[in-house]
Structures are given as structure tokens and as C-alpha cells.
Nanobody, 115 residues
Framework: DVQLQASGGGLVQPGGSLRLSCAAS????????MSWARQAPGKGPEWVSS????????TYADSVKGRFTISRDNAKNMLYLQMNSLKPEDTAVYYC????????RGQGTLVTVSS
């Protein structure tokens, strides 16, 4: 079974930083692009960022471009999201997803940006 477990969320003040991690198992991680998605309270899921299999090609939603950085470690089957200059509107449950889309996502981690 595919398992995707995000971690690293928490409460952070506006302007702060967090690094999210995602542990993947149950599939050959290095053969798939990976993505991050988020869902804010009362809203639908939103794509945040994607990375190709080798980690050299990345894409970002306009809302996070320049503030977030996606990366991966294929040797450890891990996906990461470095989030800087966090804003209250970044508050959401963050999920990692298998592939370029956000449908195949696992357990999320809550990020709350508040003073």
C-alpha cells in the first residue's frame, strides 16, 4: 500500500519558517514526481508545488513562489517543503502527494500561522 506521511507542522508567527517532511513507502519513490498540496479551513484542496523524479525541475503556485522550496531525497524516500516568510493565509493542512497532481495524497500536517 502507498503510504505518505507528512510531518513538521505547527504554530508559527507571521514571517517565520517551517520545514515539512513527507515519508513515502509502498512504491518506488524515485520513479515518481511528487507534489505538495494544502487545504485551508473551509476551502477545497489547493496544489502548492511539484518536483520531478530527479529533483532538478520544480514548479510552484503563484501564492508561494519565492517563499517555498520543494526538494527530495530519493535515497531516503523523503520529500520536503521549506516554507519561509509565512503568512496567515498559509494556514492549512499540508499533504504530500504522489505524482504531479494532488488526488493521491496521504496524511497531512497542520500549519498554523498566527501571532
Amino acid at each position: 500500500d502507498v503510504q505518505l506521511q507528512a510531518s513538521g507542522g505547527g504554530l508559527v508567527q507571521p514571517g517565520g519558517s517551517l520545514r515539512l517532511s513527507c515519508a513515502a513507502s509502498g512504491f518506488t519513490f524515485s520513479r515518481y514526481a511528487m507534489s505538495w498540496a494544502r487545504q485551508a479551513p473551509g476551502k477545497g484542496p489547493e496544489w502548492v508545488s511539484s518536483i520531478n523524479t530527479g529533483g532538478r525541475s520544480t514548479t510552484y503556485a503563484d501564492s508561494v513562489k519565492g517563499r517555498f522550496t520543494i526538494s527530495r531525497d530519493n535515497a531516503k524516500n523523503m520529500l520536503y517543503l521549506q516554507m519561509n516568510s509565512l503568512k496567515p493565509e498559509d494556514t492549512a493542512v499540508y499533504y504530500c502527494a504522489k505524482g504531479w497532481g494532488i488526488l493521491d495524497r496521504g496524511q497531512g500536517t497542520l500549519v498554523t500561522v498566527s501571532s
